[in-house]
């Protein structure tokens, strides 16, 4: 992990990007503003953070903006990690898409499914993804289940019934 | 738009894939019209799939032009599962997201929720963890030996591999209780000690495995279909498997030698002396002998870490933690009131994130938990290597025989419990 000067000195680097800088557990964590996630992660990778090793959805409820979209990002030169975070409201869930090569050059294609899992889960859309669509959940799903406010139990359970007696009882 | 009754979207979808495009679309060649790809749907059913994978292929005559993978039918929603229990119930139900490496799942979570409950784990806890991990780790090897040479026609390697599968298993009966799924690790160490007779039924163990792995070397190294089958195959070179994100034995085979063990060691592995086995151009072939060779690395570093294995408490004595030890609650109001505390309410953990990555089988699984300081996580997400590896198939296998796609799927060792979660 970069120490916590020098997490200071990225930050600086960064300008108006980041919003906030947090040290915590060893992890250095930036906030950045999500119209800019490309560009940082694209200037982190030019100081060695080359391998997006992660992508994880959160949901801050009751904290605003509440939806979260965390990267995890890997040096395997120097064995650092860094961790860059994107919120963004429920009412305007959207974020530039890390996976297709874009005007910041190369993209990361590893993020392809894992930024699907995201929309799928939290609902957060990725402008310019190449294959928009949930992944885990079935495609006619209404929803996304990870949400904190999105309650445990009371759905139907799928296919354990004819499917067309399914939608006339649902309308 | 107005759906007729009985037909979803998604069932409109599925009717609308395109069965027979022309292979002008695709490959840029053919008289447009008359020469077509077939697409098939191969799975969720299907015995060469390792679970219940779907792929859906399009064919030029039996090469592969196109592979899209269809997942999410073992979603159980093992993340939402858990944000509802408190953290060490949590254990139980992570333990069964990659099914074949149990412990890996349990260590990723236990080492995210001690990095922020800041909970300092015994060294001989630390040493435990390493035998049952690097166990496990030649279990889950032993099963994806046996089921891939199954798929390229083999069967006697698969009970092979399951007999010697089956000694790891009475290991961990021993220990723990359980065969799978053992709920060993404990937030803060491992719920018991080993017993009486463990050590030296783990060093038979020891003694049997590496010449048990030198018999499955001699019957497939000199197996003329299994080389034709692997060598050459599939092949992903190490550049493009990191933009991808592929790490573990996939990576490995490629020639890049990134392991997180030695890279960022965890639970003292820096301890121990092993190699890292890396292939060269990262076809099939290297990526089985890899595997191969993990398993002998496996064996070295548990006769360390059973020879090493320090003296002292298997958890931690932080008892807002764990367990006070059974004897003390007829003697201790504290024990029992800790005891209650815990079974009841669990522990609360400080507000915070962390991210905890452990090389597993199949290569980087991280954990992640967010605590909002109260007893249950607020969010867990694993970073599954599967999940993350599958995405390597279709570049591996476009080109190539479908075949060679069977065999690539088995050398990928997908496990669909740690994709679908």
């Known amino acids: ?171 | 738009m107005s759906t007729p009754p009985g037909v979803s979207d998604y069932r409109r979808g599925e009717q609308g894939i395109e069965l027979s495009p022309p292979l002008a679309q695709l490959t840029g060649r053919g008289d447009d019209g008359r020469e077509e790809l077939l697409t098939i749907n191969f799975g969720p059913h299907h015995p060469a799939t390792h679970g219940v994978l779907r792929l859906l292929v399009r064919l030029e005559g039996e090469i592969v032009r196109e592979l899209k993978p269809i997942i999410g039918y073992v979603h159980t929603g093992i993340e939402k599962t858990a944000e509802d229990k408190s953290y060490w119930k949590v254990i139980p139900v992570v333990e069964r997201m990659d099914y074949l490496s149990y412990y890996f799942n349990a260590m990723a979570y236990c080492g995210a929720v001690e990095t922020l409950a800041q909970v300092e784990v015994p060294p001989r806890a630390q040493y435990l963890r390493v035998i049952h991990l690097e166990l496990n780790r030649i279990a889950s090897h032993l099963i994806w030996l046996g089921t891939s040479i199954l798929d390229l026609g083999a069967t006697s390697i698969f009970l092979y591999c399951l007999r010697e599968r089956e000694l790891v298993l009475d290991l961990f009966e021993m220990s723990s209780g359980q065969r799978m799924h053992t709920r060993y690790f404990q937030v803060g160490g491992v719920i018991e000690d080993i017993p009486t007779g463990f050590a030296k039924k783990l060093r038979e163990f020891i003694d049997v495995m590496p010449k048990r792995a030198d018999e499955y070397g001699a019957i497939l190294n000199a197996n003329e279909i299994v080389l034709q089958r692997l060598r050459g195959t599939c092949p992903l070179d190490a550049e493009r498997a990191l933009a991808l994100g592929v790490t573990g034995p996939l990576l490995r085979a490629a020639g890049n030698p990134w392991d997180l063990r030695k890279a960022a060691p965890y639970s003292s592995y820096d301890h121990f002396d092993f190699k890292i086995p890396v292939g060269t151009v990262g076809d099939n072939y290297d990526r089985y002998a890899c595997r191969l060779a993990e398993i002998y690395e496996s064996v070295k570093i548990i006769e360390q870490a059973l020879e090493g294995l320090p003296e002292g408490p298997h958890i931690t004595s932080d008892r807002k933690v764990a367990l006070p030890p059974r004897h003390e609650l007829a003697t201790s109001m504290e024990a029992l009131i800790h005891h209650f505390k815990l079974v009841t309410e669990g522990f609360r953990v400080p507000e915070g994130e962390a991210y905890y990555p452990i090389e597993s089988p199949r290569g980087e699984l991280g954990c992640f938990v967010r605590s909002d300081g109260s007893a249950k996580p607020a969010r867990v997400h694993m970073r599954d290597p599967s999940f993350v590896n599958l995405q390597a198939l279709s570049p591996m296998v476009e080109g190539s025989y479908i075949a060679d796609m069977i065999a690539t799927v088995a050398m990928l060792d997908p496990i669909l419990g740690g994709i679908d979660r």
């Open chain 1, 1 to 171: 992990m970069p120490d916590a000067t020098g997490l200071e000195l990225i930050g600086k680097e960064l300008g108006a990007a980041v919003l906030d800088k947090s040290f915590f557990r060893e992890r250095a964590t930036l906030d950045v503003d999500p119209a800019a996630i490309r560009a940082v992660l694209e200037h982190l990778r030019g100081k060695g953070f080359e391998f997006l090793a992660s992508v994880h959805g959160v949901d801050y409820y009751p904290h605003e903006p509440r939806l979260g979209v965390i990267y995890e990002l890997l040096d395997m030169r120097s064995v650092d990690r860094i961790t860059v975070r994107a919120r963004v409201p429920t009412d305007a869930a959207e974020l530039d898409s890390v996976t297709p090569d874009g005007e910041h050059g190369a993209g990361w294609p590893t993020a392809n499914h894992q930024e699907r899992e995201v929309y799928d889960m939290f609902g957060v859309v990725f402008r310019g993804h190449p294959d928009p669509r949930r992944i885990l959940m079935p495609e006619d799903y209404e929803g996304h289940p990870q949400r904190r406010d999105f309650p445990v139990g009371g759905e139907p359970v799928l296919f354990t019934r004819d499917e067309a007696q399914w939608l006339e009882r649902r309308e």
